[in-house]
């Protein structure tokens, strides 16, 4: 028989809960507000009952505990602010609760974390902050993890040297020799861009010039220089040539240490290099056979313009700004969807008030809708170059309506942009000055042995529970039991 040392009326009716050190007490009534969760189901022989102390121990988190107990109570589940959301979900799934029943008061600050940990998602994905791969990473890229001979570092040669010229040409700050063939990839980047914008200059150009005999009258002739055609120096093709041998050398080597050559083709960079590279052969054979002599093919030559996509793999806050604006391509979408729908309500509305308005027909600068489309754009952009304008007075006021919606349209949106932009780069900077290595810690299952209360008839099976001052205070009780008994006898 176990001793009730309360010996209170309200015993039944209140409960004692100890969580994480922090002990609440409430009623057993308001625990089954709740069925079919963890506190509905308390009972007496569950192991984390202790009969002593007559309460229920639970490891948890106090802080987010008594939002919980608060919720029996009241029927209305708060998200603190002093905890993560992880924990919190975690604390939720514990005692059987839905994250659903969150207030929607507290929604947004308690769904904060499921972005963040997005966006951590996506710069990991992203390989930012990667500065040289191990071993193991580098042989689970080329799928001979698998391999135990290769795990052993039992790697046949020309393996391990695709894995090294891999990480020189893939991961520019793995060694120095990567850095330096990182330098030398920008430098001919570079050199062929400012190439091909000098030698639109006149004064790099070379013209052909053939002289044409002119008939001065019938008896004289004379003659006249004609400009026949132009072409670049010598010089820069030999620039060309450097640079250009430099790319079809570094593509091709990507490409045959590269562990996926399927997704290496696939790479919009690794298309632009290689379309960049073939056209600058394919445009010297033209000029070989002589037919190069098209607008069409120079316009074309511009794709070595992209080259300077090359430079985002160099550098992580280009990165970032390209993750970025793809995260929010919902919204600019958006947006381009709305300024086009204004600049085709504005046009229509432009176009007809000056067609009505006009005293003259030669005063209205809006001979047609596309016109009035284009004034529209330029408008509604703030550029406006002032080649189209209204001239009266309900087209003016069109106008300046357009202006301001232009205005609004545009800059609305931007905010959303921005900061999903700064959300980016605000957690790439904090993961940079993060420790690279982490202690872990395992879970573990605490071993809860359940304490039995002490009865008058244990003969000392439990007194190590109550240490030696129990011990000698539960024997001095027993002798003077004794001693009665044995004065009262006759």
């Given at each position: ?12 009716a ?21 069925p ?21 121990f ?8 008594s ?7 009241t ?32 929604w ?97 150009r070379?013209s ?32 060309e ?19 996926n ?20 052969y ?18 074309l030559?511009?794709?070595?313009i ?37 600049v085709?309500i ?11 308005t ?24 703030t ?38 932009f ?15 290595t ?48 044995m004065?009262?006898?006759?």
């Open positions: 028989m176990a001793v009730n040392l309360l010996g209170n009326s309200d015993v039944d209140r409960i004692i809960l100890n969580v994480g050190g922090t002990r609440f007490e409430t009623l057993k009534s308001t625990l089954k507000k709740l079919a969760t963890r506190l509905s189901k308390l009972t007496e022989q569950l192991s984390y009952y202790d009969p002593i102390l007559n309460e229920y639970f490891d948890r988190h106090p802080g987010v505990f939002q919980v107990l608060n919720y029996y109570r029927g209305t589940l708060h998200y603190p602010l002093n905890v993560c959301g992880p924990l919190f979900e975690d604390e939720l799934s514990y005692w059987g609760l839905q994250r659903e029943d969150v207030e929607p008061c507290c947004m600050t308690y769904t904060k974390h499921r972005s963040t940990a997005e966006t951590l998602s996506i710069l990991d994905s992203l390989e930012l902050d990667t500065v040289r791969s191990s071993q193991q990473e580098v042989m689970k890229k080329f799928g001979w993890d698998d391999n135990f001979d290769y795990v052993q570092g039992h790697l046949p040669r020309y393996k391990r040297l695709m894995m090294i010229v891999w990480q020189i040409f893939e991961e520019p700050r793995s060694s120095t020799i990567a850095k330096v063939i990182t330098v030398i990839s920008i430098f001919f980047i570079l050199v062929s861009i400012l190439s091909f914008v000098l030698q639109t200059l006149s004064m790099f070379i052909d010039i053939d002289f044409v005999t002119v008939y001065i009258n019938k008896t004289s002739t004379d003659r006249t220089p004609t400009l026949n055609r132009q072409h670049v120096h010598p010089s820069f093709d030999v620039v040539w450097i640079c250009n041998t430099w790319f079809i050398f570094e593509i091709m080597t990507r490409f045959i240490v590269s562990p050559k399927k997704e290496f083709c696939q790479s919009t960079l690794n298309i632009i290099d290689f379309l960049a590279t073939s056209w600058f394919f445009t010297w054979a033209l000029t070989k056979l002589h037919v190069n002599d098209n607008e069409a093919l120079d316009l030559s511009t794709i070595r992209m080259r300077l996509f090359k430079l985002f793999n160099h550098h992580p806050g280009l990165k970032v700004i390209i993750t970025s604006m793809k995260y929010s391509s919902s919204v600019l979408w958006l947006l381009i969807f709305f300024i086009l729908i204004a085709a504005f046009a229509s509305l432009i176009y007809y008030a000056e067609r009505m006009s005293r003259h027909p030669d005063d209205n600068m809006f001979g047609s809708i596309p016109d009035a489309l284009w004034f529209n754009i330029i408008t509604m952009s550029i406006g170059y002032g080649d189209l304008y209204p001239k009266t007075m309900l087209g003016m006021l069109i106008g300046a309506v357009s202006t301001v919606a232009g205005v609004l349209i545009i800059d609305l949106p931007m905010p959303i942009i921005v900061e999903s700064a959300n980016f780069y605000t957690h790439l900077r904090a993961r940079s000055k993060l420790p690279k982490r202690r872990k810690i395992g879970p573990t299952e605490p071993v809860v042995t359940k304490r039995t209360p002490i009865t008058t008839m244990d003969n000392g099976q439990n007194l190590k529970l109550l240490g030696q001052t129990g011990k000698a205070s539960m024997f001095s009780n027993k002798n003077m039991g004794h001693n009665n008994m004065s009262s006898a006759p």
